[in-house]
């Protein structure tokens, strides 16, 4: 690279840095707030927060970058343009396809980033999370399985276990449930076990018995059973269980989706497909926010007032190809066969940053016979 590039490419990787870590910042702030509060009232410690924290924090980077390298260009191309820097290296030929090098090589770092966490770093923190909130589920509901107490863990529902072995087993158990409004349940078993299940911890009973008293009928149903599983984490807290997580699953997976996976994690196959490819087109996404960024940036001439509407446009052009993506995600979404079209924003964002790079070289091309003047007699601006 030349000594323009390394310059170019420094100053973009210290801005993208500094909007990296207040974006980050911000978003884990938001996050943690809310864990902090559920957390907390569950009675857990802060290490248990912390880690909770910094497993969210790989998809909040995801979702970051982008973001922080759009804006990354957009502020060094606009400074470089207040001071004078963007008009020497012009008046010198270098034209704006090849002050987009180091932009490129800027794009490709961030979407190298980004790849690495969407493939990697993601699914890892996605299934540790779902590990940890599932144990810590298990805790809670413990808790409340206190023996030779009435327990109230919901409206609506009370528990009574007579004695907990050392074992962990439960003994003479007592269960009413009457949250609905037409019938009542009763569950009695001489024992029950607390074991972990996909959507959280349930309740397995043995050599027991259920009546449902309708209320409209005022008829009471008995039913014997030899073992029978009740879902009592949801009754604790329904949110604070976390289900198996589709995102868990590795890019060959999704884009695979076996009928298994689909069947376990109760998805469909094309919201499989979909996110096996979105994973595919992020960095891509990556590279063509940093390049609008940037060209949007070297449309237009000189103004006492500086770039703001180029600015705007280039700020207006990324929600555009955002609402791009979520096009693309809701077709995407309906049928497997169209996975091509979550490509499609990429292409998108390229073709118009290309665009705008042809353009901002086209306005600076001098016509041919002019030897180094515009039009107007001024002295302009040979492309290189």
Not at 329 to 344: C, F, I, N, S, Y
Request: no cysteine; proline share 4%.
């Amino acid at each position: 690279m030349s000594r323009i590039d390394r310059y170019l490419l420094s100053q973009l990787m210290t801005m993208f840095g500094f909007f990296a870590l207040v974006l980050v910042a911000v978003y884990w702030v938001n996050r943690a707030v809310s864990l902090f509060d559920q957390l907390i009232s569950d009675g857990q410690s802060a290490w248990v927060f912390l880690e909770f924290t910094a497993l969210t924090l790989p998809n909040v980077i995801r979702l970051v970058l982008p973001v922080a390298g759009f804006a990354a260009a957009v502020h060094v191309t606009n400074r470089l343009a207040a001071e004078s820097e963007l008009v020497v290296m012009q008046a010198t030929g270098v034209s704006p396809l090849r002050m987009a090098r180091p932009v490129v090589v800027f794009g490709l770092v961030v979407g190298l980033m980004v790849a690495v966490l969407a493939h990697v770093l993601v699914p890892a923190s996605r299934a540790r999370l779902a590990e940890r909130s599932a144990e810590i589920a298990e805790n809670v509901t413990a808790r409340f399985l206190r023996e030779g107490a009435f327990l109230h863990p919901a409206d609506g529902v009370t528990l009574y276990v007579r004695t907990v072995s050392g074992g962990g087993e439960l003994r003479d158990i007592f269960l009413s449930d009457s949250r609905e409004r037409d019938r009542e349940t009763t569950y009695t078993a001489e024992r029950a076990m607390l074991v972990r299940g996909d959507s959280g911890p349930k309740l397995v009973m043995f050599d027991g018995m259920a009546q449902v008293l309708s209320r409209t009928s005022r008829q009471i149903a008995t039913t014997r059973f030899d073992d029978f599983a009740y879902d009592i984490g949801a009754l604790i807290d329904p949110g604070a269980v976390r289900g198996r997580d589709v995102d868990q699953l590795s890019t060959a997976a999704l884009l695979r989706a076996d009928p298994a996976d689909i069947a376990g994690f109760g998805t469909s196959r094309a919201e499989m497909v979909y996110l096996g490819h979105d994973r595919l087109a992020q960095p891509g996404l990556a590279l063509a926010a940093a390049l609008i960024g940037f060209a949007a940036l070297l449309i237009g001439g000189f103004s006492r007032f500086g770039r703001w509407p180029q600015i705007g446009a280039a700020v207006a052009a990324l929600i555009g190809l955002h609402l791009v993506t979520n096009l693309a995600t809701r077709v995407a979404l309906r049928d497997a066969g169209l996975w091509p079209v979550v490509h499609l924003p990429v292409l998108a964002g390229l073709a118009l940053a290309a665009l705008l790079l042809a353009l901002a070289a086209r306005r600076r091309r001098v016509p041919a016979g002019t030897g180094g003047f515009g039009a107007d007699g001024r002295p302009g601006v040979v492309s290189a």
